[in-house]
């Protein structure tokens, strides 16, 4: 079926460390993957994104890493800031030129000072 | 601040009721999509519409409808509301691959 699911729903880190997020997905069709960031009482926040013909793109801070063979996605915050703590999505495009999305579970990342 | 805005904020009603979740996208996306929220099922794509017509339909109940007028504004009906429907819902416009999302409305259903 349609799923996109995260293996870590909570991720405690250091102010300062690098933090990784992961995500696999079960769509070997989809064509285009993205983060989000939701902090609380808020709406989602684009992050990066990547295409399916991609297997890494960076951002500021941010890399995310795209390995088709196993459909694992992972989302790599480098020198993690207490404004860093959120929710994290993943989410993988499967309807094409819809942009139809299907997110993940969520991550939530806790940065201590 | 993504430019999509959302209205109510926050809205409380009874079961059986009905509502209406306005949105108002970015100037110039042509594109809203509707996403629910809620603890047990996350993030869930419910309906998009381009331009005035519906192009994908998600996890939506027949309970719920949907619409976007000429002016590009969308409405989320909900209809014989029941204590699961309670959630964020988030609508969202597009730029190119970029969904932007508005601040959400919170229905809570007593």
């Known amino acids: 079926g349609e799923s996109v699911g995260l293996h870590l729903p909570t991720l405690s880190v250091q102010e300062g460390d690098n933090s990784i997020i992961n995500c696999a997905y079960s769509n070997s069709a989809s064509d285009y993957f993205i983060w989000y960031k939701q902090e609380s009482g808020k709406g989602p926040q684009f992050i990066i994104d990547i295409r399916s013909n991609m297997d890494k793109r960076q951002g500021q801070r941010v890399t995310v890493l795209l390995n088709k063979t196993v459909k694992h996605l992972s989302l790599q915050i480098a020198a993690t800031q207490p404004g860093d703590s959120a929710v994290y999505f993943c989410?993988?495009?499967?309807?094409?030129?819809?942009?139809?999305?299907?997110f993940g579970t969520g991550t939530l990342l806790a940065v201590q000072p | 601040d993504s430019g999509v805005t959302q209205t109510p904020k926050h809205l409380i009603t009874a079961t059986g009721q009905r509502v209406t979740l306005r949105c108002s996208p970015r100037?110039?996306?042509?594109?809203v999509y509707w996403y629910q929220q809620s603890l047990d099922q996350g993030l869930q794509f419910l309906i998009q519409y381009y331009n005035g017509e519906e192009r994908a339909k998600g996890n939506i109940l027949e309970r719920f409808s949907a619409q976007q007028f000429p002016d590009l504004h969308s409405e989320l009906n909900l209809s014989s509301l029941e204590l699961g429907d309670s959630a964020l819902y988030f609508c969202?416009?597009?730029?190119?691959?970029?969904?932007?999302f508005g601040p959400g409305t919170r229905l809570t259903v007593l």
């Open positions: 989410a993988e495009n499967i309807g094409g030129a819809t942009n139809k999305l299907i």
């Open positions: 969202a416009s597009r730029a190119n691959n970029e969904q932007f």
């Open positions: 100037s110039g996306d042509l594109s």
